[in-house]
């Protein structure tokens, strides 16, 4: 299917050890929608968080719509995310257990609605960051002198 991608949290890679994936519809005014048709999203410093038996997404920033006057909507509200019951149920499991947390990589059209996928996640320390920005300078180096031949 083809998607096309709105915005994507570029620093959940480097913060968290993502261990599953899931993909979730999500609650949107028109004018949000529209805004992020015209490409006005941004995932930096969002999270999910739950709330009884609902999901939330929190500080998903979506800039008001151009031609929104009025009925424009406030850019930081907690947005609903769309999860069949027993996905809810096995999260919060997971979640409240093992000390994992919910972190959104990125916000897509999918057959025209508005999709988010939520990742799984286990916090990174500083010494597993550091060891990643090793291996990274490595693999590039490597890349480089393979080019260069």
């Given at each position: 299917?083809?998607?096309k991608i709105i915005c994507s949290n570029k620093k959940a890679r480097f913060n968290f050890s993502l261990l599953e994936k899931f993909e979730a519809g999500i609650v949107l005014a028109g004018t949000e929608v529209k805004a992020l048709r015209e490409g006005r999203g941004s995932m930096n410093d969002c999270y999910a968080r739950i709330h009884g038996s609902e999901i939330f997404l929190e500080h998903f920033h979506i800039s008001p719509y151009s031609h929104?006057?009025?009925?424009?909507?406030?850019?930081?509200?907690?947005?609903?995310?769309?999860?069949?019951?027993?996905?809810?149920?096995?999260?919060?499991?997971k979640v409240t257990t093992k000390g994992l947390t919910l972190v959104p990589t990125k916000a897509?059209?999918?057959?025209?609605?508005?999709?988010?996928?939520i990742a799984l996640a286990q916090g990174k320390k500083l010494h597993d960051k550091r060891e990643d920005l090793k291996r990274k300078a490595v693999n590039r180096d490597i890349a480089r002198d393979f080019r260069d031949r």
């Open positions: 299917m083809a998607q929104g006057n009025i009925h424009n909507h406030e850019p930081l509200r907690p947005r609903k995310l769309l999860f069949h019951k027993y996905e809810i149920k096995r999260l919060i499991g897509y059209f999918s057959k025209g609605k508005v999709k988010v996928e």
